[in-house]
């Protein structure tokens, strides 16, 4: 009965990006999730009661927990880097105007049984326990040198090649020792696992990089999250799509993707076809079309008591590198832990015939890059030309009365 | 003179005049062909209430109260609520208890709310009794009142009596927990080189 859309989008918090940025670029959007709310895989889940639920924990929530609407429950939590794509994004298409941040008050690596502040500036890194005297002085010039180091201009390579020298070339160049190693390819590079050392060094150093940049920005860590959870971010999005025409329809059953000629043409939904030219999904729309890649563990804690040594932080983050996984820890107490794991999932193609173009699983990765890729990498597919983030700013004035207060 | 940043969420049926409303009291101006879905991300006007500024930052559906998309976000944080129904539509002021039960659900426990009878001026049509309304009203603690975007009626009313059913500030929980816009240049503290 309606005409087609240009652009329809099943379920998730990345798809919510991308209709809000094709709704200000003048597509007709429709949004379909099967959901009753915002973010689909990685949404925040609330109230509490909800979350005993859906992880089919007995019982309720212990009394001491408060209001169960209090609560706001990551199920893929992650951080976003505060110079990061992700801040980036929200600051192009004022996205922020909706939500309120909190800066994350310190990041934390785990070594040998206990938990130490992780050291990003030279300051941080001449006070730290972590290492002995002359490794601080080497790893403090190690930290001049990222700062300086500028991919488009060969003076600041020192003899370094970006493209061919690899990451453990660079350590033995500093003449830094394993421990410090460690906690730079994991607690700065943010590097899952020890792979890198062997590839060429310029990703490594722009990670280094983004991170000092971004702690840079607020101080204490480089890391933000939304005030009221990570599920704010689609609901921002969802509203800038809406405001530019786009439609929102939750509890919407997907029944099938309706193909001619080995192209989408509409969505299935309570017996309705909605007609549109292309299609954006994420992995549990269509299992025909997506490959197992990997798997990931979430384990959610929900603790009665600061983590020892965070300086009784309110919110931190602790990195165990890999090669620390395997100690007892003890270092904390769960009042209620929720685990799950979850199959990793990307496409088999690319969706230039089909025109459906479908987002990967979340990894295990704890901020956002990887998950903004994946959006250039989308609109890449879908647009043919280059993700550029000049295309997110938005095209007219949707702001009535006064100026607001900058 | 203390500035209050109030947010006012709006809700109610598509067509009722939700936008008109707060476009005449924003720019104090109608337009009979307004878009339904307007796009206005954000509408403010200050206006003074005995010796305080009060800045409404008035929240529009932008079309997503069509199909109950809604989101937490959209009630998060609000000091008031306007519901509003078309007194010329019976089956918009049915809905009205929906949404009263959705604010409940998701709103901030201590919501002023308010219920506008729109299209006041078009009586001769009128399919709600304004009694039956107020009645409504009243069983629920709302503010009540009959207005017309068209014809200015009532609309200043409404958010005065907004201000004056919002608690003094005293009695609001600490802000200390509250977080912060990002900004484009944020306070950049620029590392000296040792």
């Not at chain 2, 109260?65 to 609520?81: C, I, K, Q, V, W």
Request: charged share 25%; proline share 4%; with cysteine.
């Amino acid at each position: 009965s309606h005409s087609a859309a240009d652009l329809l989008l099943l379920g998730g918090h990345r798809e919510c990006i991308l209709s809000g940025i094709m709704s200000v670029n003048g597509k007709k959007v429709l949004h379909m999730d099967r959901n009753s709310y915002y973010g689909g895989e990685s949404a925040s889940i609330t109230p509490l009661e909800d979350l005993y639920k859906r992880f089919n924990l007995p019982g309720t929530p212990p009394e001491s927990m408060g209001r169960g609407r209090d609560w706001n429950v990551d199920l893929i939590p992650k951080f976003l880097m505060a110079n990061g794509q992700l801040v980036k994004m929200l600051l192009y298409t004022e996205v922020t105007r909706y939500l309120d941040f909190k800066v994350i008050e310190g990041s934390f690596v785990y070594k040998g049984g206990k938990i130490y502040k992780v050291p990003s500036t030279e300051a941080e890194a001449l006070a730290s326990s972590l290492m002995g005297l002359f490794e601080k002085r080497r790893f403090r010039k190690f930290l001049v040198y990222v700062a300086n180091f500028d991919e488009n201009d060969p003076r600041t390579f020192e003899g370094v090649d970006p493209k061919k020298t690899t990451m453990r070339d660079v350590y033995k160049k500093f003449d830094l020792g394993q421990d410090v190693i460690d906690f730079t390819g994991h607690a700065l590079a943010l590097y899952r696992t020890d792979d890198y050392l062997d590839q060429p060094c310029q990703e490594t150093i722009n990670r280094i990089k983004l991170y000092s940049e971004s702690l840079a920005r607020y101080g204490k860590s480089p890391y933000l999250y939304p005030l009221y959870g990570l599920g704010e971010l689609p609901q921002g999005f969802a509203r800038l799509s809406a405001i530019y025409g786009g439609t929102y329809m939750l509890n919407k059953p997907i029944e099938e993707i309706v193909i001619e000629n080995g192209k989408v043409v509409g969505v299935k939904s309570e017996g309705e076809v909605a007609r549109c030219k292309q299609l954006i999904c994420d992995p549990s729309y269509v299992s025909d079309r997506v490959t197992k890649v990997g798997q990931v563990i979430r384990v959610i804690c929900i603790l009665s008591h600061p983590i020892k040594n965070t300086n009784d932080a309110n919110s931190c983050q602790i990195i165990i590198p890999q090669n620390q996984v395997n100690r007892k820890s003890g270092a904390v107490s769960p009042l209620s832990r929720f685990v799950s794991i979850s199959d990793l999932f990307a496409p088999t193609d690319p969706g230039t015939e089909s025109q459906i173009f479908i987002s990967r699983t979340y990894d295990a990765t704890t901020h956002f890059e990887t998950t903004c890729d994946d959006i250039k990498d989308i609109y890449k597919r879908m647009m043919g030309s280059e993700f550029d983030f000049e295309e997110m700013k938005r095209k007219k004035n949707d702001i009535y009365g006064e100026e607001e207060q900058q | 003179m203390a500035l209050r940043e109030l947010k006012v969420c709006l809700l109610g049926d598509t067509g009722v005049g939700k936008s008109s409303i707060v476009w005449r009291f924003v720019e104090d101006s109608f337009d009979p062909n307004i878009n339904p879905t307007i796009g206005a991300s954000f509408m403010t006007k200050t206006v003074q209430y005995q010796n305080e500024l009060h800045k409404f930052l008035i929240w529009d559906t932008a079309g997503q109260e069509r199909f109950r998309a809604l989101a937490p976000m959209y009630y998060r944080g609000s000091a008031a609520a306007i519901i509003v129904y078309d007194i010329t539509k019976e089956e918009t002021f049915s809905t009205l208890k929906n949404w009263v039960k959705e604010l409940r659900q998701h709103g901030p426990p201590n919501i002023v709310v308010a219920i506008a009878g729109n299209k006041c001026d078009l009586n001769d049509v009128r399919e709600v009794m304004e009694k039956d309304a107020k009645d409504y009203a009243d069983s629920i603690h709302a503010i009540f009142v009959e207005t017309s975007a068209k014809n200015a009626i009532n609309i200043n009313e409404l958010f005065i009596e907004i201000s004056r059913r919002i608690p003094s500030t005293d009695t609001n929980p600490a802000s200390s927990g509250k977080g912060f816009k990002l900004r484009r240049q944020p306070s950049v503290t620029k590392r000296s080189c040792c």
